[in-house]
């Protein structure tokens, strides 16, 4: 575990928002003693519907029978800006980590408070630290923080990855190699799925392949196929739109359907 002692200068608008906080966990009665908790898992450019497309990171709790609050805990949450930067994430009052929990926090959400405000760029690095409470205080007039800082879990500089630009692959913990590996099997907010990272024609391939089924489900659901036809098991017709036009018109519509395109109609 890395241990150094820290001083740094911070923004004004930083000042009460690290001032309260480290205030808050002097009289929650913080201690030194903390939980083995670690960052597992972290998505770059998120996972499906993960966090409505923003990048995430999942932090486990792997003991069995004691929660860790991270708050009074002191922990913090970075990217390879540092814990000086006015992003980092100082985690707020009543963040507890039940006993084999993993959780995900979604970057760049809302309520801020409750949301680190830093992006996962190629090739970044999240940490999960600490700050100690027996060795920090604020000095309001110089504007300045110290205090005791430990690297608890971090992913250390994130390989680059080209295939299909890491959508839908996270950097996950292996228990197993005791080390970070990217994984096409993402678990936010769950024991992690090594599953090795395809070829970039495996990737498009799979790609090609979901694609067709969610359009073999719209075709069901609009009950017409790419020609506007009626197809096979389709859905019943919730709204029947008609229309009437001049059939040279109607043709051109045909010809062109590929493209947005008008064409008065009559009725």
Not at 37 to 56: N, P
Not at 182 to 205: C, D, R
Not at 207 to 236: C, E, H, I, W, Y
Not at 241 to 263: K, P
């Amino acid at each position: 575990m890395k241990v150094v002692a820290f001083s740094w200068p911070i923004k004004a608008r930083m000042l009460v928002s690290v001032a309260s906080w480290l205030f808050l966990m002097l009289s929650h009665g913080a201690s030194l003693v903390r939980g083995e908790v670690m960052i597992t898992e972290v998505a770059a450019k998120s996972s499906r519907s993960t966090c409505l497309g923003r990048d995430w990171v999942e932090i486990h709790n792997p003991n069995a029978t004691a929660p860790v609050d991270l708050f009074t805990g002191g922990y913090v949450l970075h990217d390879d800006k540092g814990v000086t930067n006015e992003q980092a994430f100082f985690f707020p009052p009543g963040t507890v980590l039940q006993p084999g929990e993993y959780r995900i926090w979604c970057t760049k959400s809302e309520p801020r408070e409750e949301s680190p405000q830093f992006g996962i760029g190629r090739q970044d690095t999240v940490t999960l630290a600490a700050v100690s409470s027996a060795s920090s205080s604020v000095e309001v007039g110089t504007g300045r923080a110290m205090g005791l800082y430990q690297v608890v879990s971090s992913t250390g500089p994130l390989p680059y990855i080209t295939v299909m630009d890491g959508f839908d692959v996270s950097y996950a913990w292996d228990s197993t190699t005791g080390r970070y590996e990217y994984t096409s099997t993402p678990t936010p907010g769950a024991g992690n799925v090594l599953t090795p990272v395809g070829s970039t024609a495996e990737q498009i391939a799979a790609l090609k392949t979901q694609l067709t089924a969610q359009n073999d489900l719209g075709a069901v659901f609009f009950n017409m196929d790419d020609r506007g036809l009626s197809v096979p098991d389709g859905m019943d017709t919730v709204l029947d739109l008609r229309l009437v036009m001049v059939e040279d018109d109607y043709s051109y519509l045909l010809q062109n359907a590929s493209y947005e395109v008008y064409r008065p109609f009559q009725s």
